[in-house]
């Protein structure tokens, strides 16, 4: 009889939330952090990438370095993404290897607006590091990749892409 009672909380609990996810709908956020492939220097970085494959759009030119998707967006969200490596370096010191990006995003009119800034670590840069402010940028298609900021030292440049969908 337990077993019943306990079966029958799980199943309640199940369908809850099952349809509590599958019912609402709202703003997606992707971002991407590429970099130039050696020998792809002179590459220039397109302005815009159509549909949702930036990886095939950009073969033979340029790899990840993020990729990261966020859900439920709501109007002035700032968003903190980052790939960073921490490793030991030489004699006692660390070394910082990646990218740190901070995000706000306007989403009260049909053009979005994006800013922030972005870090990005390299240790075959004079300073170790290149911070990159992103000036607010309109974004107004959905299921387009737009670029936002790139950095002409490290080869690494920034993509937004929006959408609409599921969210939890």
Known sequence: MKFKSALSVLLFVFAITSSATASESGSHVHIAAVF???????????????????????????????????????????????????????????????????????????????GGKCTVNLQNLKDNKVTGLILPHEIETEKVWHHVWDDPATGVAVYFFKETGAVL
Do not use: Y
Not at 41 to 48: A, R
Not at 55 to 66: E, Q, S, T, V, Y
Not at 73 to 96: T, Y
């Open 36 to 114: 130039k492939l050696p020998g792809q220097e002179t590459f220039q970085w397109p302005e815009d990438i159509d549909g949702e494959d930036i990886m095939g759009a950009l073969k033979g030119k340029a790899d990840f370095l993020m990729l990261t998707q966020t859900v439920g967006i709501h109007n002035g969200d700032v968003l903190n993404v980052q790939n960073d490596v921490l490793r030991s370096g030489s004699g006692d010191a660390l070394e910082d290897m990646g990218i740190d990006c901070q995000l706000s995003v306007n989403t009260s009119g049909k053009a979005w607006k994006v």
